[in-house]
């Protein structure tokens, strides 16, 4: 750890306001995922195909320049005018400083995952109204008793959600049941 880095100590306050910016924190990702160091190209087209929602291989030139941009002239050296990263303009080399653990919580943990929560949460929503409705009209076997058994299945069917959802967002969560989050 550098002098300058044990002089100057994040606060809360700096930590929100240097993660506030979605490509300051994408920056922090990528080089998290690269083992914490990097050079400039890669990283202004990892970041541009996140913001544009497609594949690295498809950014356009346009899309390039305006994270190149901005990252060489904004973020790059606001990060390291923290203490986040070791950043070399003329190099163009990255390097993330500091423990990780720092500003983990300011971090969107898992950019660019595949598994679509609210689609989840909008099927149990549906199928919970459509079986209370069936019940609530009495329509075939089920009657409007069985109404408050169909609110509380659905009650535990998003709380299921809800918490493997939440296991999944913390990969070193220790399970009381022994069960690894991934």
């Known amino acids: 750890m550098s002098e300058h880095e044990r002089e100057h100590e994040l606060t809360q306050a700096e930590l929100f306001d240097v993660f506030s910016n979605a490509r300051r ?4 990702q990528y080089l998290k995922r690269q083992g914490g160091s990097c050079d400039l190209a890669p990283l ?3 970041v541009a195909a996140w913001e544009n929602d497609t594949d690295p291989d498809d950014v356009t030139r346009t899309q390039r320049r305006r994270v190149y941009i901005s990252l060489y002239q904004t973020h790059l050296p606001m990060l390291e005018d923290h203490g ?6 003329d190099g163009h080399k990255i390097d993330l400083l500091p423990d990780e653990e720092v500003f983990e919580p300011y971090l ?3 950019h660019g995952s595949s598994r679509a929560w609210h689609r989840w949460y909008a099927a149990a929503a549906t199928l919970g109204a459509v079986a209370f409705a069936v019940a609530a009209l009495s329509l075939g076997p089920v009657t409007t008793a069985a109404a408050p058994a169909v609110a509380l299945g659905v009650c535990g069917i998003i709380l299921a959600l809800s918490i493997a959802q939440h296991v999944s967002r913390r990969p070193n969560l220790d399970s009381p049941l022994g069960l690894a989050g991934r």
């Open 25 to 28: 924190r994408r920056t922090v």
């Open 44 to 46: 202004v087209e990892q």
């Open 84 to 89: 986040i990263v070791d950043w070399d303009p």
């Open 108 to 110: 969107d943990r898992h």
